[in-house]
């Protein structure tokens, strides 16, 4: 029986987007998060003792900044030098050969594979071997899997990729294959890198992204970590686990029917509340979507700086000094159309038919574009990453048309001028 590791995208030194600016944010845990997770890593690896360790590529998010990158890295796995622990490793597009103009000498228990073509490490002892091959370039468009070596007979086999494998949305297709040529290789366990989120893709073979060690913005929610793989035989265990120090969730807020700043808060504070105890003992980065039909609609929209210091509010209220917010964002409506129709006004019925009107006038929508481009242009590139709405041609007018409809219909709603 022999248990390892497998891990990946420990992007270490990154920082943690969205939160920095803010000036109630933990900087020195954002700073050192991904730093920590990587101990956490180790201390795993010591605490129950493993036999070896993989990383599947993006040891570090770049360039190093400085020498101190490198530095903690290497005293890391001289850690588990010392415990006799190898660490077998390849480069993935972030940390590619061409990438990385700074390097140091690696404790000797670090065995990196070649970027040239796939090589093969054995641990006879263990009856393993370990296939793999780095990224040369940041962009590799091959598929590396093709010319991965057949599996030894006899050996446990593990293959180490770092893969956007085919299926996998939203990633950029670096050493692109399917999952059928890996399974072809007759080995017994894919270690992959590349993909952010944990997910076991086929079992017997296992293929498996181990996710990275620690979130660093919004679009990487939820637990992050390793995978614990023990075989015993023919008997292969996978778990799960968790090793990062602050956690990004996304909380979303049903407003539907609340008319009141009370009610508002009230649904606020049980929102986050029962997000956060899912997580718990955990410092969180939450990002909250406050959606619904809503009188409150056009103030949400009118206030939006108000409502949102409002829900920083609640969340201090409901969690306390571990929750940060990252941002707010309003999703909301106004009540139904059939609701407001029955009590509005001509003013309503005037505004609404001019809005209408607008959204068909070709011309009038050529106009609008032409001369908030002028002023976006003034207004510049800060303007344009805060978030605002941004027009960039026809097709951007319909959405603003349709907020200034509802905020409209809100406004007159609630007797407001």
Not at 21 to 30: F, G, S, V
Not at 139 to 161: H, K, M, S
Request: proline share 5%; hydrophobic share 40%; glycine share 8%.
């Amino acid at each position: 029986m022999f248990t390892f590791i497998h891990c990946a995208d420990l992007h270490l030194d990154s920082p943690l987007r969205g939160l920095s600016a803010r000036p109630d944010a933990p900087l020195e845990q954002i700073r050192g998060a991904t730093r920590r997770a990587l101990s956490n890593l180790v201390d795993l690896c010591l605490r129950d003792p493993v036999d070896f360790l993989v990383i599947a590529g993006d040891v570090y998010d770049g360039d190093w900044q400085d020498y101190s990158t490198g530095l903690y890295f290497s005293a890391s796995m001289a850690r588990l030098q010392s415990a006799g622990i190898p660490v077998f490793l390849i480069r993935g597009n972030h940390d590619a050969a061409s990438s990385i103009t700074r390097s140091l000498v690696l404790p000797s228990n670090v065995k990196e594979f070649s970027v040239r073509a796939p090589e093969t490490y054995t641990i006879p002892e263990l009856n393993v071997a370990l296939h793999g091959q780095g990224f040369a370039q940041r962009v590799v468009d091959q598929n590396l899997a093709l010319a991965y070596p057949d599996a030894l007979p006899g050996f446990f086999n593990i293959g180490i990729l770092h893969t956007g494998l085919e299926g996998q949305e939203g990633h950029e297709p670096y050493a692109p294959c399917r999952l059928d040529d890996l399974v072809a290789k007759g080995y017994d366990y894919w270690a992959l890198g590349h993909i952010h989120k944990r997910e076991v893709v086929h079992e017997r073979p296992y293929v498996v992204y181990s996710g990275n060690l620690q979130g660093r913005h919004i679009r990487e929610t939820g637990e992050k970590g390793c995978t614990r793989v023990t075989v015993d035989g023919t008997d292969v265990r996978l778990e799960p686990v968790w090793l990062d120090v602050l956690r990004w969730v996304l909380c979303e807020v049903d407003l539907t029917g609340v008319e009141d700043d009370l009610t508002f808060f009230a649904s606020v504070c049980a929102a986050i509340d029962r997000v956060a105890a899912t997580h718990p003992g955990y410092p969180l980065a939450m990002r909250v979507v406050c959606y619904g039909a809503t009188r409150l609609h056009g103030r949400l929209l009118q206030e939006s700086e108000r409502y949102t210091a409002e829900v920083t509010n609640a969340a201090a209220h409901a969690v306390g000094d571990r929750l940060w917010i990252e941002k707010v964002k309003w999703t909301t409506t106004p009540p139904s159309q059939a609701a407001v129709e029955s009590g509005q006004t001509d003013a309503l019925h005037a505004l609404l038919n001019t809005a209408d009107a607008c959204a068909q006038d070709r011309e009038w929508i050529d106009e609008y574009v032409t001369e908030i481009t002028k002023i976006q242009t003034r207004l510049g590139t800060p303007a344009r990453d805060s978030g605002v709405a941004w027009v960039t041609g026809a097709e951007d007018v319909a959405p603003l048309l349709d907020d200034a409809r509802q905020l409209l219909i809100s406004l007159l709603q609630g007797g407001e001028r």
